[in-house]
T-cell receptor, first 115, second 113 residues
Framework: NAGVTQTPKFQVLKTGQSMTLQCAQDMNHEYMSWYRQDPGMGLRLIHYSVGAGITDQGEVPNGYNVSRSTTEDFPLRLLSAAPSQTSVYFC??????????????FGPGTRLTVT | KQEVTQIPAALSVPEGENLVLNCSFTDSAIYNLQWFRQDPGKGLTSLLLIQSSQREQTSGRLNASLDKSSGRSTLYIAASQPGDSATYLCAVLLNTGRRALTFGSGTRLQVQP
């Protein structure tokens, strides 16, 4: 199993550009989520999905869109990048619904810089 | 709103010491608590998961305890090694609402050889 994979590893954008961060998992997990990590802070939830076709907002959803057309993939779209979106982005997955026994598995992250 | 706090924010110890990292949370309605390790510029590696019904979990030199009623968890690292140097994050999974992890901001550990 490859686990949770993310592409790209690094990205530099100019303000106003759009892009999609890719996330895929091969563990047949229904639950997938996106977090961002800023210096000195823990990870904060952006969006999550409990299964194909179902998504919902997390703690910091503004400026981001998601969709879930397959169980395996959960892309995160930045519509119009802003410097405040400079961060490290992590995708995670687990069995759904998340429960006492279920670990969440994280991808390696995407480092995004918006200039 | 669930808040997770980790103390200390940074810790430097000589090799061989036993050490304790602390995590506290405000809402006891949790499914579980996970401890993660994060190396600089890398992703998160899950170390231990404690279900809400459990008191502790052990893996090698690591032991994590959970006191749900008081909203506290500790990660005990025995006989620390330079390879243990990393940031340690705790996260709780609420059993209501979004059922997403709420993270603390981490403890940065440096083990001196």
């Amino acid at each position: 199993n490859a686990g949770v994979t993310q592409t790209p590893k690094f990205q530099v954008l100019k303000t106003g550009q759009s892009m999609t961060l890719q996330c895929a998992q091969d563990m047949n997990h229904e639950y997938m989520s996106w977090y961002r990590q800023d210096p000195g802070m823990g990870l904060r939830l952006i969006h999550y999905s409990v299964g194909a076709g179902i998504t919902d907002q997390g703690e910091v959803p503004n400026g981001y869109n998601v969709s879930r057309s397959t169980t395996e993939d959960f892309p995160l779209r930045l519509l119009s990048a802003a410097p405040s979106q400079t961060s490290v982005y992590f995708c995670a997955s687990s069995y759904s619904p998340p429960g006492p026994l279920y670990e969440q598995y994280f991808g390696p992250g995407t480092r995004l810089t918006v200039t | 709103k669930q808040e997770v706090t980790q103390i200390p924010a940074a810790l430097s110890v000589p090799e061989g010491e036993n050490l304790v990292l602390n995590c506290s949370f405000t809402d006891s309605a949790i499914y579980n608590l996970q401890w993660f390790r994060q190396d600089p510029g890398k992703g998160l590696t899950s170390l231990l998961l404690i279900q809400s019904s459990q008191r502790e979990q052990t893996s090698g030199r690591l032991n994590a305890s959970l006191d749900k009623s008081s909203g506290r968890s500790t990660l005990y690292i025995a006989a620390s090694q330079p390879g243990d140097s990393a940031t340690y994050l705790c996260a709780v999974l609420l059993n209501t609402g979004r059922r997403a992890l709420t993270f603390g901001s981490g403890t940065r550990l440096q083990v001196q050889p």
